[in-house]
């Protein structure tokens, strides 16, 4: 598995889905009796994971212990700070999991270290992930031949952007070339790209990409529906979906419509089905004949849904347009006439008390691009942005 990223989501509801996933991958495991798991970066959405999710997590990876079964993990991008710190370590110290991106620089050469499964005999090895592709310099000083060169049943993990695998709509996507890992390998178990795939290259077969085990966004929810995880088993390979909660997703061409048109629309699908238990997504899009998008009465729709027991409903709303309030271009290279030009082109828009409005707004995006002051705690600097922006707005 991979890309578990427990506490995903700023809302508690999907917050504990991804939580939920994961046990319920591991249960699986159980079910299945797996020899050990791999875990190919990313099991936590940040270095530091709240404390409830890391007690949890904790809890049953001390479950699998009990069970003599080896947790081999990699770091990923999201499991490190920027100075390469991250739980993990806690957890391997205490010996709830293996990380085995172990190895040595010799003669400017990244020379790694097999870690040997004791039951299996499977040889692991791999290279952790990290932000803006800086894994980059591990795989272009790797040391392949001795990895080549070794005898037995090998496993590489790793955290990074295949090339050759990623799907059109990431083309633009930083990656690495097939040709930066090791050929000869029994099974390459991928993460960080949030794809269901697998696929055999020459010199290199059983390229897993088991997809998050929770989908993290509004889109991969669209995409994906599910989580999902693989087991390998004598050479065949089976994806395990991890299914939580319905998914629902539809979509509103709203081009040339009122807001009621709209509202209409989406009123419409909210009676054709049972969507207890389901997450409901709702993705708008096109130009508003008349009126805003704000205008779209979005809270009746929440409530009609929530009151069919709706597990948890979104809108996006990102590429829905209307005359009113269309994006103005400016031929300027100054950011405060950019800013200015904006403001007077929104002034009045959204009703307020103020006289000034445009002075007002611009206040308050001085107050709230401040930075931290030298030494100055997090809750002060909190304190002191709240203080000002009370000031400005005389409450």
């Known amino acids: 598995m991979a890309d578990c990223h427990i506490?995903?989501?700023?809302?508690?509801?999907?917050?504990?889905?991804?939580?939920?996933?994961?046990?319920?991958?591991?249960?699986?495991?159980?079910?299945r009796k797996v020899d050990f798991i791999l875990i190919s970066g990313d099991l936590f959405n940040t270095s530091m994971p709240g404390i409830d999710y890391l007690k949890e997590t904790t809890r049953k990876l001390?479950?699998?212990?009990?069970?003599?079964?080896?947790?081999?993990?990699?770091?990923?991008?999201?499991?490190?700070?920027?100075?390469?710190?991250?739980?993990?370590d806690v957890l391997e110290e205490a010996g709830l999991l293996i990380n085995v991106?172990?190895?040595?620089?010799?003669?400017?050469?990244?020379?790694?270290?097999?870690?040997v499964d004791k039951k299996t005999g499977a040889k692991i090895t791999g290279i952790l992930g990290r932000r803006g592709m800086l894994d980059r310099k591990f795989y272009e000083h790797l040391a392949k031949a001795n990895l080549e060169r070794e005898a037995g049943t090998k496993i590489f993990m790793f955290h990074t952007a295949v090339t050759e695998l990623k799907p059109k709509e990431l083309d633009k996507m930083d990656?690495?070339?097939?040709?930066?890992?090791?050929?000869?390998?029994?099974?390459?178990?991928?993460?960080?790209?949030?794809?269901?795939?697998?696929?055999?290259?020459?010199g290199y077969k059983n390229i897993v990409l088991p997809g998050p085990l929770m989908p993290t966004n509004f889109a991969e929810l669209e995409k994906l529906k599910r989580g999902s995880f693989y087991i390998y088993n004598h050479g065949k390979l089976e994806m395990?979906?991890?299914?939580?909660?319905?998914?629902?997703?539809?979509?509103?061409?709203?081009?040339?419509?009122?807001?009621?048109?709209?509202?209409?629309?989406?009123?419409?699908?909210?009676?054709?089905?049972d969507f207890s238990n389901t997450i409901v997504l709702i993705r708008i899009f096109g130009e508003l004949k008349v009126g805003r998008p704000n205008d779209v009465n979005f809270r009746e729709i929440f409530k009609k849904l929530y009151d069919q027991k709706a597990f948890f409903v979104m809108k996006n709303t990102s590429k829905l347009t209307s005359e009113e309030f269309e994006?103005?271009?400016?031929?300027?290279?100054?950011?405060?006439?950019?800013?200015?030009?904006?403001?007077?082109?929104?002034?009045?828009?959204?009703?307020?008390?103020?006289?000034?409005?445009?002075?007002?707004?611009?206040?308050?995006?001085?107050?709230?691009?401040?930075?931290?002051?030298?030494?100055?705690?997090?809750y002060e600097y909190e304190e002191r942005v709240k203080k000002e922006i009370n000031k400005i707005l005389e409450v």
């Open 7 to 31: 506490g995903a989501w700023r809302d508690p509801k999907l917050k504990n889905l991804s939580m939920k996933a994961f046990i319920k991958a591991v249960d699986i495991s159980f079910e």
């Open 175 to 202: 990656s690495n070339p097939i040709s930066f890992l090791p050929k000869g390998f029994e099974y390459y178990a991928g993460g960080h790209v949030h794809i269901v795939r697998n696929e055999k290259l020459e």
């Open 240 to 273: 395990i979906p991890i299914e939580l909660v319905k998914v629902y997703p539809v979509q509103i061409d709203a081009t040339n419509r009122t807001p009621e048109e709209v509202y209409e629309m989406i009123e419409q699908f909210t009676t054709v089905k």
């Open 327 to 378: 994006e103005i271009k400016i031929s300027t290279s100054s950011v405060e006439d950019v800013e200015n030009a904006i403001i007077k082109e929104h002034l009045g828009q959204i009703k307020s008390s103020f006289s000034d409005e445009q002075g007002i707004t611009k206040k308050l995006i001085k107050s709230l691009s401040e930075e931290r002051h030298e030494g100055e705690k997090v």
């Open 101 to 115: 991106f172990k190895g040595r620089v010799q003669e400017k050469r990244l020379v790694l270290d097999f870690t």
């Open 62 to 88: 001390k479950e699998i212990k009990e069970k003599d079964i080896p947790v081999y993990v990699i770091p990923g991008s999201h499991d490190q700070s920027p100075s390469g710190k991250t739980m993990l």
